[in-house]
């Protein structure tokens, strides 16, 4: 790749992760700046993407999270213009924004996953997801949740099939299709992933009740954050294995982060973001300085990641 003078971070966009996606953009920004890179900002919620190639940039730096910026769209774009670009390509970003792929990738892969089955909204009645909960065997409480937001966005933990139905039907008036997933206890652990080597594992400890987006993006919320995992040393290994296992089967590029519970000494994958958080009280930034790299390097090395055809 030729001299990198110019970097555009591809910031805010149209999903309701627009707030975080801002305040990635924002943390990005500065270090790129301390890095003496010149530095742009584009927001595809006020220039369509095709405006993307007048800006003459020698790398994108997508910073955005969410429908359009985390699942193939924005990076089709950057494809088609030829404008090396970080994190993943279309095709993994498709694969592991949309979980219910993602989850049958991960099973084809013996990667253990939450038993699960999806509905889609001209499917649903309630014989049919009576029918569905006792054909997978799936018990109450009952996680329902849309197959493609990031960020805890719109998933629900249902104790009876009257407070799963109240939920059902509210997120079929946003959403086409829904996943069903058996409610996984134990311990919350992510797992960051660089260039395809899992960097640590850290521990959520969330006071709420459960780490949702309140728990992921308030300091009001004190989310207990334990670096390294609370896991004894193989353990530890071990999920450090699966996550680097998960990146690579879904051909992941630059960073990810893979989230899990640990209950009766197993590991339950719930998904892989390819676009992880970067702001203040995001994980892969802690993760990473606990094992010596500090911020302004991470975003160096997911900057010298970028290129094409990824």
Do not use: W
Not at 190 to 201: C, E, H, P, R
Request: charged share 25%.
């Amino acid at each position: 790749m030729k001299k990198i003078n110019k970097i555009l971070v591809v910031l805010g966009g149209t999903s309701k992760e627009r707030k975080i996606s801002l305040s990635t953009g924002k943390a990005c920004i500065k270090a790129i700046k301390e890095l003496k890179y010149k530095v742009e900002t584009f927001d595809p919620a006020k220039k369509h993407f095709s405006e993307i190639n007048k800006l003459k940039a020698d790398v994108i730096f997508n910073a955005l999270h969410g429908k359009d910026g985390e699942d193939g769209h924005a990076q089709s774009y950057f494809e088609y213009y030829k404008i090396p670009y970080t994190h993943s390509g279309v095709l993994s970003s498709m694969n592991s924004m949309d979980k219910i792929i993602s989850k049958e990738i991960f099973i084809k892969k013996n990667i253990i996953t939450p038993k699960y089955f999806t509905l889609k909204k001209n499917q649903y009645n309630l014989p049919i997801l009576k029918t569905l909960i006792k054909s997978k065997k799936i018990k109450f409480p009952i996680v329902v949740k849309p197959s493609n937001e990031g960020s805890s966005i719109g998933v629900k933990i249902c104790l009876s099939f009257k407070n799963l139905k109240k939920e059902t039907e509210n997120l079929f008036k946003n959403y086409k299709t829904l996943l069903f997933e058996e409610f996984i206890g134990g311990q919350e652990i992510q797992v960051a992933v660089m260039n395809g080597k899992a960097l640590g594992a850290i521990e959520l400890i969330p006071k709420r009740k459960f780490y949702d987006y309140k728990a992921k993006y308030y300091k009001s919320a004190k989310t207990n954050h334990v670096m390294p995992a609370n896991l004894n040393k193989k353990k530890y290994n071990e999920v450090l294995k699966i996550a680097a296992k998960a990146h690579n089967t879904l051909k992941c590029r630059g960073i990810s982060r893979s989230d899990f519970k640990f209950v009766k000494n197993k590991f339950f994958l719930l998904e892989t973001n390819t676009q992880p958080g970067m702001t203040a009280l995001s994980l892969v930034p802690e993760i990473a300085k606990y094992n010596g790299i500090s911020f302004k390097n991470l975003v160096n090395s997911i900057i010298l990641d970028a290129s094409i055809h990824r």
